[in-house]
């Protein structure tokens, strides 16, 4: 499920870090879009504001994971 792709790369988010974008949840309609982007040699996600955000609100982006069996087992996915 924090699979992300970055050209031939990918990214694998699954493993505690530290870094407070782990604590982001998911939403289909959320207020930032994730970016792959190569920082000091290194791939990482960005995530990124749609727009502008109200102090206060959550954070959320779309994990975008539709499978079958992700929906299965975590069914907030959908929403
Ligand atoms: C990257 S963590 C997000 C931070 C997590 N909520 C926490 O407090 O550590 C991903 C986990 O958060 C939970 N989560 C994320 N978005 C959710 C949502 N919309 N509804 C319910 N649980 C969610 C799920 O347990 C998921 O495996």
Same mark, same amino acid.
């Given at each position: !499920?924090?699979?992300? /792709? ?10 505690? *870090?530290? /870094? $407070?974008?782990?604590? =982001? ?6 207020? $930032?879009?994730? /970016?792959? !982007?190569? =920082?000091d040699k290194v791939p990482r996600?960005? $995530? !990124?504001?749609?727009?502008?955000? *109200? ?12 499978? /079958? ?7 907030? $996915?959908? *929403?």
């Amino acid at each position: !499920m924090y699979y992300f /792709k970055h050209n031939d790369q990918h990214i694998d988010a699954t493993a505690e *870090s530290g /870094k $407070l974008g782990r604590l =982001v949840n998911h939403s289909r309609n959320g207020n $930032l879009i994730t /970016k792959t !982007m190569i =920082v000091d040699k290194v791939p990482r996600l960005a $995530l !990124m504001a749609k727009t502008d955000i *109200s102090k206060g609100a959550e954070l959320l982006y779309d994990y975008g994971d539709r499978s /079958k069996e992700a929906l299965e087992h975590h069914p907030w $996915l959908a *929403s």
